[in-house]
């Protein structure tokens, strides 16, 4: 499968703004601990919201590698590009 590097910077912005989101819901609702816990729907929000990023982490990063190898470039010059273009769409 051939990924265009626009496809590998999109697959990174979806990831980054799950983890905005589980760091948002972490801001939110306090840590798990505190005041008897988390509710139960705070709970499944939280753990959708973390698989959500885990997974998108884990497409863009295999991705990532699919690309560096595809290309003969080292696998770390290729995420350091994709990383950097995405967070200057953030600003």
Do not use: C
């Amino acid at each position: 499968m051939t990924h265009l590097f626009d496809e590998l910077v999109e697959k990174q912005r979806a990831a980054d703004q799950a983890h905005s989101r589980v760091e948002e819901l972490r801001h939110s609702f306090g840590p798990p601990t505190q005041q008897g816990g988390w509710s139960g729907r705070q709970t499944h929000t939280y753990e959708t919201a973390w698989r959500a990023w885990r997974d998108l982490a884990r497409e863009a990063q295999s991705s990532v590698t699919e690309y560096a190898k595809e290309s003969g470039k080292p696998r770390t010059e290729i995420e350091a590009d994709v990383q950097r273009r995405a967070s200057r769409s953030r600003r």
